[in-house]
T-cell receptor
Framework: RKEVEQDPGPFNVPEGATVAFNCTYS??????FFWYRQDCRKEPKLLMSVYSSGNEDGRFTAQLNRASQYISLLIRDSKLSDSATYLC?????????FGAGTRLFVKA | GAVVSQHPSRVICKSGTSVKIECRSLDFQATTMFWYRQFPKQSLMLMATSNEGSKATYEQGVEKDKFLINHASLTLSTLTVTSAHPEDSSFYIC?????????????FGEGSRLTVL
């Protein structure tokens, strides 16, 4: 079993749709969690950190459930520019584990 | 925000040659840097963890004699792909954590695309 598992993609959605990504992690010692966005042939860029209390940044909402070892990302009102690969990341100590990523295609 | 610069962004070399990639933290000190490799349409794969002043820790399956990592200062780590072969062609990315921030956030370099002919 992979340490960080994500929904397999790709997700193909129309503009304006709401899309949710899920991620589970197996290491209960993981301390920090993030969603990164990676565009084709580019480096990953931090989208948002994930907290147990949940956090929202504009159209993006991230949630963490430590009991279930589950992380989610919700994107509302999808834009064409949201098309990318979304990486779920769990860190603990000096170890950072990336999920395989979920590809999102938003179409007009 | 913290900036990580990676150089070169693109390199093409002949089989058998060695290629050095540099990763610099420009405005912070990075005691730990990470090196990844990413093949097309695949996820980032951690190759090694580089700690300033000590030997790098390599992930299982990564040849330490082929991928030489040096982290001589708090702002610079280098990855040298020795005797490169076409199968080493990939996107190599470094990242670093800012030891003064406790968030665990990784800051990535722009990546280096290696093509071995």
């Amino acid at each position: 079993r992979k340490e960080v598992e994500q929904d397999p993609g790709p997700f193909n959605v129309p503009e304006g749709a709401t899309v949710a990504f899920n991620c589970t992690y197996s290491n209960s010692a993981s301390q920090s969690f993030f969603w990164y966005r990676q565009d084709c042939r580019k480096e990953p860029k931090l989208l948002m950190s994930v907290y147990s209390s949940g956090n929202e940044d504009g159209r993006f909402t991230a949630q963490l459930n430590r009991a279930s070892q589950y992380i989610s990302l919700l994107i509302r009102d999808s834009k064409l520019s949201d098309s990318a690969t979304y990486l779920c990341v769990a860190t603990g100590g000096f170890k950072t584990i990336f999920g395989a990523g979920t590809r999102l295609f938003v179409k007009a | 925000g913290a900036v990580v610069s990676q150089h070169p962004s693109r390199v093409i070399c002949k089989s058998g040659t060695s290629v050095k990639i540099e990763c610099r933290s420009l405005d912070f000190q990075a005691t730990t840097m990470f090196w990844y490799r990413q093949f097309p349409k695949q996820s980032l794969m951690l190759m090694a963890t580089s700690n300033e002043g000590s030997k790098a820790t390599y992930e299982q399956g990564v040849e330490k004699d082929k991928f030489l990592i040096n982290h001589a200062s708090l702002t610079l780590s280098t990855l040298t792909v020795t005797s490169a072969h076409p199968e080493d062609s990939s996107f190599y990315i470094c990242s670093a954590t800012d030891r003064l921030r406790a968030t665990g956030e990784l800051f990535f370099g722009e990546g280096s695309r290696l093509t071995v002919l």
